[in-house]
């Protein structure tokens, strides 16, 4: 086989990997020949990367496999939804957990594929409210939804709670909503029992791990609770005392947490304008130990012989701890649909910025079986060189991306943040020096010791520190400031300066992206705020960046 042939025919297996990858098939393998020909280096990189792709896709198949047993686990549907606004109920469910038919009446296949049965499902009476509210989510609210929906199996209608967030897209338009829906028809039936009582029955009140109260109402400042019954409970899950509580009408207002409060005052103005019960969920700050504990608060208003609402009966039960299990639901959601739209990216890069290289290679080598003169031959051969040379840079920067997300083989270690510090700035000394940069460090004592993955940390400060140099801004001598703080049990770094700056509202969600670039006059491929994000992910952390063109940039590394 001559040397046209046999290049036309590694082309060909290289093509044919490539379809085999973009259809998501990553166990195909190619023999690499003995000979020295410049696309055995892209047949053995693409090799490795089927393999490294092959890994990750398993690892997520056991992750969605996990997380599929988990939510199969709960006693709620939790669901996502792809939003069509011209017709919303028939918005097409992406996800649904396992216990729909259980919990709803209808099962995952029926919503699947008629996902109008769930809205044609509600009572009449809580249509036109639910409506509302769904608007209201579309418009890109977060909301708690109670209304009544028919068991088809139970043959009766059933309380469903379902609490609903949206996602919003770079343009301010919903895209998607995410959702946990559970039956909390026990739960509403105790709440509808407090507004046909005058007092509670204090053998229940007593064995109960809820506590249960009646505020008669002021009516120039509905927010001020002149609780006329308190039961004990309040003292074991809020902390205060009866007395402090009953001296201080406001105080229970006050202690509700700042990101709370609105939602409060929205859930309140929502129970006075239609006179029905409501169930409030938020945080206060325990009187005695400062952190704060999540409550949900069942009240229900109780009007005179006027119709004004003189009184609120309410149960209030501590669910710190659902909240938190909760919390870390979320997070495995997260973090599978961070895995998920990673090896989509992936399969984006191989479908397609691989493809220009291989259809230059596919032109010029057609090129070769043409009548031309030797000089354009070898020309020809020279411009094949270039685009399996540019193959071979993009296949390593993908070996280098996939080997930090595959299993950390390095272990945790103690040490000193500021050590880390030091070392990042003497390997970067030419640099600051020829830029002339202030380099102004703060770390507090307590964030200065760290357990974690030194490189990893290391690297990550690298890239931050060495970018802020490199988009320095001209008009004005660098300044880079690196800080560290304790906050709670996690330390936050901080790397800010004084260049360029990022317009986040135009680049905002594309600027940890793989081969984004803002700045084009400056040279780069896009890799590395990339890289550091990976890294700090796969510490556990979190990355975040604040910035402002033309003032600076802050990035946030919480660990």
Do not use: C
Request: charged share 25%; proline share 3%.
């Amino acid at each position: 086989m001559n040397k046209q042939a046999k290049t036309a025919e590694r082309l060909e297996s290289i093509v044919n990997m490539l379809i085999e990858f973009s259809r998501g098939n990553f166990e195909i393998q190619e023999e690499i020949g003995e000979d020295e020909d410049p696309l055995n280096t892209v047949i053995a990189g693409l090799n490795m990367v089927g393999e490294e792709l092959a890994h990750y896709k398993r690892e997520l198949d056991r992750n969605a496999e996990f997380l599929g047993n988990i939510l199969s686990s709960l006693d709620e549907v939790v669901y996502a939804r792809a939003i069509l606004h011209d017709e919303p109920s028939a918005s097409p469910f992406t996800f649904i957990s396992g216990r729909a038919q259980e919990i709803l009446g209808i099962s995952k296949e029926e919503l699947e594929n008629e996902p109008g049965k769930w809205p044609n499902a509600l009572h009449p009476d809580d249509v036109e409210r639910t409506s509302s509210e769904i608007s209201s989510v579309l418009a890109g609210k977060e909301r708690v939804l109670v209304y009544r929906m028919y068991h088809s199996i139970l043959r009766q209608y059933r309380w469903i709670e379902d609490r609903i967030v949206p996602k919003i897209n770079a343009a301010g338009i919903v895209t998607e909503l995410y959702g946990s829906a559970r039956d909390i028809t026990e739960q509403r039936k105790t709440t509808v029992e407090l507004e046909d009582k005058s007092k509670l029955i204090s053998r229940i009140i007593t064995s109960s791990d809820q506590f249960f109260y009646i505020v008669s109402l002021d009516p120039k400042n509905t927010f001020v609770n002149n609780f006329s019954y308190l039961s004990w409970q309040i003292e074991k899950i809020q902390g205060s005392t009866m007395e402090n509580i009953r001296n201080n009408p406001l105080g229970w207002l006050e202690s509700i947490h700042p990101d709370d409060v609105h939602r409060v005052k929205e859930d309140n103005k929502r129970m006075f304008s239609t006179r029905k019960p409501v169930m409030r969920v938020y945080r206060v700050k325990h009187a005695r130990t400062g952190e704060y504990v999540w409550l949900e608060d069942h009240v229900a208003p109780v009007a005179d012989e006027s119709g004004h609402i003189a009184e609120l009966y309410g149960s209030v039960r501590d669910i710190t701890a659902q909240k938190n299990s909760e919390l870390e639901r979320e997070q495995l959601i997260k973090e599978l649909s961070n895995k998920y739209n990673e090896l989509m990216q992936f399969n984006y890069i191989v479908s397609h910025n691989l493809r220009a290289p291989v259809a230059h290679i596919l032109g010029l080598g057609r090129l070769l079986h043409a009548d031309i003169t030797p000089e354009d031959k070898e020309t020809t051969l020279e411009y094949i060189q270039e685009a399996a040379k540019a193959m071979d840079d993009l296949l390593q920067d993908l070996n280098v991306i996939l080997s930090t997300r595959s299993m950390l083989n390095e272990k945790l270690e103690a040490f000193l943040l500021t050590d880390v510090i030091r070392t990042v700035l003497s390997n970067l000394k030419s640099e600051i020096t020829r830029s002339e940069a202030e380099i102004v460090t703060n770390i507090q004592p307590e964030a200065a010791d760290i357990v974690s993955i030194k490189s990893y940390v290391q690297s990550a400060l690298f890239n931050l520190v060495a970018n802020a140099i490199k988009y320095r801004s001209t008009e004005r001598t660098p300044v880079i400031s690196i800080e560290a703080a304790k906050r709670e049990d996690r330390t936050v770094i901080t790397v800010s300066d004084n260049g360029m700056g990022i317009n986040l509202g135009t680049h905002g969600d594309r600027i940890f992206g793989l081969y984004n670039r803002f700045h084009l006059e400056q040279e780069g491929k896009g890799l590395g705020l990339y890289m550091t994000k990976t890294q700090i992910e796969s510490l556990g952390g979190q990355i975040a960046v604040d910035s402002t063109e033309g003032v600076g940039t802050t990035f946030i590394i919480t660990l």
